[in-house]
């Protein structure tokens, strides 16, 4: 090929600028390594190993069951009203939210509903703000053509983004995009937190009200809002303030809380119009989720008490991990070892500080910043995390995020003591 023909598009622009996943990327490195014979501690994947966490036995049978009465035309564009029930009558047992089965749209996953909502509410050009470490948000916006505002998040506040660091840009932004519980950092929001957000979105609606210009939307993401572990507990704008249901749009869906995600099923709730449209931005995308699967789905949510139950038993499967990890991790860091962690608030992950930036170990490698962690990590431990860089910070970022959905119980004492072992390497 000549210089002239290597120069030619052969795609759209944004085709060819799209950001492939920062995940992917280090799974390359990790199949190298598996390749090689070599047995790898993958905690890295925000998904559940299905052999470890299963689907209900009576979603499976449910599914079997739609396929096998022929449930496997068109569902309609919102939804099967059944399901849409379901999700209502859900959201009001456990969350004391209502929303009619009009204001409700099902979706393929929390996916495309989180992109018909950048579509929906978002002019290319415009800006979103969302804090780092955070899940996506930046394709997103990039699908979208708009702009960013990124904060940078602090673990004293949970890696959440508060309403001072919103303030100097509520009235550039078109979105702000929260999440709670949290991908990646398995925190959620204090009340007092989102509460004072809540103000600063309300004040700031009254005056494009007076303006006569589009409101301020949250797109508030609680796909993790099943697996909240006491005492911590999970709030959401509209419960805080009803007058914030004018402008919160809400992500939610089965993947994590019943380890469905490949069943492919999720949901938006929000005002009328919004939800209107992003269905029929979806409609042409014909991102539905599949009607065996939401039929099934109907079905099992119907039986509040057998959801109940797989509920809290994905609760504490998942906690417990994740405390095992705590407790031995915290023991470490008692022992003066260069590492740290948070209390596990939700969701299937753990945030741990590695904290070996400009440290060497005893034959001398130096840590310049999270790329050299990890190797270590990985080629010493044979333990993979992901790095808080792939959710947007810089790469001087100490934090990685530990997942437990793929993790054997009986595995997690050797994860700790090859912890111990490298971290026993570092100089002082
Ligand atoms: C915060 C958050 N929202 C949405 C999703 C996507 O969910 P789904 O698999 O239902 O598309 C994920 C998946 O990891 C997530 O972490």
Redesign the pocket.
């Known amino acids: 090929m000549n210089t002239l023909q290597q120069n030619i598009p052969l795609v759209s622009d944004l085709a060819q600028n799209i950001i492939g996943s920062e995940i992917i990327k280090l799974n390359g490195d990790i199949n190298q390594l598996i390749s090689k014979g070599i047995h790898i501690y993958n905690l890295t994947i ?2 559940f190993d299905s052999n470890i966490f299963p689907i209900p036995d009576l979603l499976k049978e449910e599914i079997i069951k739609a396929y096998q009465n022929n449930d496997t035309n068109y569902p309609p564009a919102d939804g099967i009203l059944p399901l849409r029930q379901q999700v209502s009558a859900l959201l009001k047992r456990k969350l004391q939210l209502d929303y009619n089965e009009n204001e409700i749209l099902i979706a ?7 992109y018909a909502i950048y579509q929906t509410i978002v002019n290319p050009g415009e800006k979103v703000i969302y804090s780092v470490p955070s ?2 948000n930046n394709h997103y916006t990039y699908l979208s053509r708009a702009g960013s505002i990124q904060i940078e998040t602090t673990p004293e506040n949970n890696f959440m983004p508060l309403a001072k660091d919103i303030e100097p840009y509520i009235q550039e932004v078109a979105l702000i995009a929260l ?1 709670s519980p ?2 990646p950092t398995g925190t959620v929001f204090k009340e007092e937190q989102l509460r004072e957000i809540v103000d600063l979105v309300l004040n700031e609606n009254e005056r494009r009200k007076s303006l006569g210009i589009k409101p301020l939307y949250i797109m508030y ?1 609680q ?2 809002w099943e697996l909240v572990y006491t005492p911590y507990q999970h709030f959401n704008p509209v419960t805080i303030n009803p007058k914030m249901k004018a402008y919160t749009v809400f ?1 939610d ?4 809380s019943l380890s469905a ?1 490949g069943i ?3 949901w938006a709730f929000g005002p009328k119009e919004v939800i209107t449209k992003m269905k029929a931005i979806l409609t042409h995308i014909g991102a539905w989720a599949p009607k065996p699967e939401q039929v099934a789905v109907a079905k099992f949510m119907a039986n509040t008490a057998a959801y109940d139950s797989f509920v809290e038993n994905q609760k504490s499967e998942l906690f417990t991990r994740l405390k095992l990890f705590y407790t031995g991790i915290k023991h470490l860091h008692q022992m003066n070892l260069p590492i740290d962690v948070i209390e596990p608030q939700a ?1 299937l992950y753990l945030t741990v500080k590695l904290n070996l930036n400009h440290r060497k170990t005893q034959d001398n490698q130096h840590f310049a910043d999270a790329d050299d962690i990890l190797k270590y990590l990985l080629e010493k431990a044979n333990v993979a995390l992901v790095p808080f860089y792939a959710f947007g910070t810089g790469k001087n970022s100490e934090w990685f995020r530990l997942s437990v959905g793929t993790c054997k119980k009986e595995d997690i004492p050797e994860i700790l003591s090859r912890f111990h072992v490298i971290l026993e390497n570092v100089k002082k």
Not at 108 to 114: K, L
């Open positions: 925000g998904d393929g996953g929390a996916r495309p509903v989180i899940w996506n999440c949290q991908n993401d796909v993790y992500v869906g089965i993947s994590k995600t492919r099923v999720g969701a």
